[in-house]
């Protein structure tokens, strides 16, 4: 699109736009009836609707209305009040029934740079600085379509929060010239050969790798790869690359049947399991279907006044363990056993730190049916192996 086809759009819009304002303007005088209503007052009006123009603009609209013999000013009034024309075009129960005709391409492009908006503002901590950097573009020129063309839209700014209950760490320092030279090899599916610190040996290690894919979670982001010769996918986190050489003659070998999800899913088995929990009040309310429910399909079935059995089919994932250990002492797993026997080792590790503490002790949380829950070594996934 060139510069005139974009400035043609633009003037279409701001037309539409001004269209629009009118609108609404002449529809606030209908409704005010015989007493008319100020110039100021439409301004109020105005900016309650999303607008943001100044009073002059207010004042040339309704020299418009006026000079086209849509208003008129009402009789008496030292301030200038106005009401409907006898003799206008303006229908009432149109106004109030039938909304102002929007541009449909118009209201999207409007709705998606509210998205583009909204994501940037409010889900940045769930995304890492050089993907917002890369979107920071489009954030710009979505929030100026929104602050200037469509004002309407833009009163959902500030009325929507995201947020999460987990704390978020403080974001790796990544060099973003390797984070660029990995993007190019993954569409270009070559090999790079790159020096890499690894933490066991505590050593740099000149490693050729063939990229699979780039995996963004929590604060850090990690290429998943693997070396050349081998098969074993590692998960290898970027700010630990000290160099990055693109080898474009050489093209990148993908293990047969990866697939990039299923394995950042951390999975601990393919197959659903069947999962039974022992919850109590407030997690069943809380995982009831009408709420946050853990799956589609899920049964409750009553054990006494205080505990809940939950059953239903779940992934058994690293994030399912983690989700468990979360919740404390909310819950208790009680099948399948193997999945009981890795949290009650967790479990275990944990209350141990606290066993002699005469603190935790005195507190009746420091019995087995309550003790608080906490992730031990032994759960921790280590996403940085070399």
């Given at each position: ?11 279409r819009g701001l037309a539409a736009i001004t269209r629009d304002r009118r609108n609404r ?70 106004a109030v029934v039938t909304p102002p005709k929007v541009d449909p391409k118009l209201l ?141 003659a050489w093209e990148a070998v993908v293990p047969a049947g990866f697939n990039l999800k ?125």
């Amino acid at each position: 699109m060139d510069q005139r086809t974009t400035g043609a759009v633009a003037e279409r819009g701001l037309a539409a736009i001004t269209r629009d304002r009118r609108n609404r303007v002449q529809a606030k005088i209908a409704a005010a009836g015989k007493t008319g209503i100020t110039t100021a007052e439409l301004g109020c009006f105005l900016q309650d609707e999303g607008f943001k123009e100044d009073i002059r603009t207010v004042q040339r609209d309704v020299k418009h209305l006026r000079d086209d013999h849509e208003i008129v000013r009402v009789e008496g009034d030292t301030v200038p009040r106005w009401r409907l024309a006898e003799a206008s075009r303006w229908s009432l129960n149109e106004a109030v029934v039938t909304p102002p005709k929007v541009d449909p391409k118009l209201l999207k492009s409007a709705r998606v740079a509210l998205s583009i908006v909204t994501l940037y503002e409010q889900a940045s901590h769930l995304l890492h600085q050089s993907a917002l950097d890369d979107l920071q573009e489009q954030y710009r020129s979505s929030k100026q379509l929104l602050e200037k063309h469509q004002r309407h839209e833009s009163r959902w700014l500030g009325k929507v929060v995201m947020g999460t209950q987990q704390l978020q760490l403080r974001q790796a320092q990544i060099n973003k010239r390797w984070l660029h030279e990995v993007q190019l090899a993954l569409l270009g599916c070559y090999q790079l050969d790159a020096l890499y610190y690894s933490r066991n040996s505590a050593q740099e290690q000149r490693k050729v790798i063939n990229p699979l894919g780039l995996s963004y979670q929590d604060s850090s982001i990690y290429v998943i790869c693997t070396y050349a010769g081998e098969e074993l996918v590692r998960t290898l986190p970027l700010q630990r690359f000290r160099d990055i050489t693109p080898m474009h003659a050489w093209e990148a070998v993908v293990p047969a049947g990866f697939n990039l999800k299923a394995y950042t899913q951390r999975l601990v088995e393919p197959d659903a399991i069947t999962l039974k929990l022992r919850i109590n009040e407030k997690m069943r309310i809380r995982l009831d279907p009408s709420e946050t429910p853990l799956a589609e399909h899920q049964r409750f079935t009553r054990l006494d006044e205080k505990w809940w059995l939950l059953e239903c089919e779940a992934t058994y994932s690293q994030g399912l363990v983690w989700w468990i250990l979360s919740h404390g002492e909310n819950l208790e797993v009680l099948e399948p056993a193997r999945l009981r026997q890795k949290v009650g080792q967790c479990v275990t590790t944990a209350a141990s730190y606290y066993t002699n503490d005469p603190a935790c002790c005195s507190t009746p949380s420091s019995s087995a049916s309550t003790r608080p829950l906490a992730i031990s070594t032994e759960c921790r996934v280590d996403h940085s192996k070399p």
